[in-house]
């Protein structure tokens, strides 16, 4: 009786003990904010004087008729807190990718960043669009040096050391006989001497001239083209240059012939288009004249064909040549040449 008495008031105490410590466990592990902080927790819980631990060693130290029943408490307050350790971790474990989201989250609604896109420059827009017309009617696209030989600059096109026609074109010589190319012409004689009729090309490149000023600028860029084969007429020029300028400023377009002088054909001519802001009635571009200056042009000269061992009898043919700078200028409605080499960006935006 007194021995029951006693077991009772031992359990008592005891389930008293263990609720206290199990209490006090789980409103430690609910308290817990942080990762580190619950392994801490658990590796004390766990450990030898861990909370875990001292229950189960307690267990054995129980008289016999209490051990069933408070080894069920006990079981059941060490699942009650190995339970909130593990639910403590989860939710810890997920607060914390939650935050790493949070902080590396990335806002797609964000406009991007813009690159800058470039754009093709004036002066090849130009380019491309003769070489298109060109092509089309079979010409073939050549290029020579700009480093030049003073022959074929200038002798080759039947222009010799003292001829005056060399005083138009500001040419920089580098050596007596070496020379930056004035113009493309000299690719008309660099590709006679290494074909045989026909020929049929053009030659688009950059030439010099001592000459700065808002429509002229030491280095420009024209196109030459040249047409040899038997029978060329003067009739083919004006009709192929005469398609070519409406392709190029439209089908409206108006032309016109003007007798010139080039020392390497013969004859020559200068080609005029009607203008097309005013169509032809006088307006600022077009200076009051209703017409505009296109491209020189003319026959081969005999001269010429000789030099590269052709045989003037057997064949004929045209050449001609323009500015692109100019082109692209009239086109674009350019004021000054130099515009279209400061790669200004707000200059070039435009195109
Ligand atoms: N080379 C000449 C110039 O620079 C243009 C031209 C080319 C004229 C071909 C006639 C024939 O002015």
Redo the contacts with the bound molecule.
């Keep these: 009786m007194a021995e029951n008495l006693m077991a009772q008031e031992q359990m008592a105490q005891l389930t008293g003990q263990i609720e206290k410590a199990a209490g006090a466990a789980l409103e430690r592990i609910a308290k817990l904010a942080s990762l580190p902080e619950l392994n801490q927790v658990k590796v004390e819980m766990l450990g030898k004087k861990g909370i875990l631990t001292q229950m189960g060693r307690a267990m054995g130290e129980l008289p016999g008729e209490v051990r069933p029943l408070v080894g069920k408490m006990v079981n059941k307050a060490r699942q009650e807190i190995m339970k909130a350790l593990e639910e403590k971790e989860q939710a810890l474990e997920m607060q914390a990718l939650e935050e790493r989201w949070q902080k590396e989250a990335i806002d797609v609604t964000l406009p991007a960043r813009r690159r800058p896109a470039g754009s093709i420059h004036p002066l090849h827009l130009v380019l491309a669009d003769i070489k298109k017309v060109f092509i089309g009617l079979g010409f073939e696209v050549v290029e020579g040096p700009e480093v030049e030989l003073d022959y074929y600059n200038f002798e080759a096109l039947n222009v010799p050391k003292h001829h005056p026609a060399r005083d138009m ?1 500001d040419t920089f010589y580098i050596t007596d006989e070496l020379l930056l190319r ?4 000299p690719v ?1 004689i660099r590709t006679m001497e290494a074909r045989r009729p026909p020929v049929r090309i053009i030659a688009p490149g950059k ?1 010099y001239r001592s000459d700065a000023d808002a429509t002229h600028s030491p280095m420009f860029h ?1 196109v ?2 040249l047409y040899v084969d038997k029978k060329v007429t003067l009739g083919d020029l004006k009709g192929i240059l005469t398609l070519f300028a409406r392709s190029m400023f439209g089908e409206k377009r108006g032309v016109r012939f003007r007798p010139s002088y ?1 020392p ?2 013969e004859p ?1 001519a200068e080609m005029d288009i009607s203008c097309f802001i005013c169509e032809g009635s006088g307006c600022r571009l077009c200076k009051n004249e209703g017409w505009i200056e296109i ?4 026959m081969v000269h005999p001269r010429v064909f000789e030099m590269v061992g052709y045989d003037p009898e057997a064949v004929s043919g045209f ?3 323009m500015g692109i700078e100019r082109v692209a200028m009239l086109r674009y409605g350019i004021d000054d040449i130099r515009l279209l080499f400061d790669s200004d960006i707000r200059f070039l935006r435009q195109f």
Excluded: H
């Design positions: 074109q004035t113009q493309t012409s008309q030439v024209q030459e083209g080039f390497f054909t020559s491209l020189g042009a003319g050449a001609f040549g």
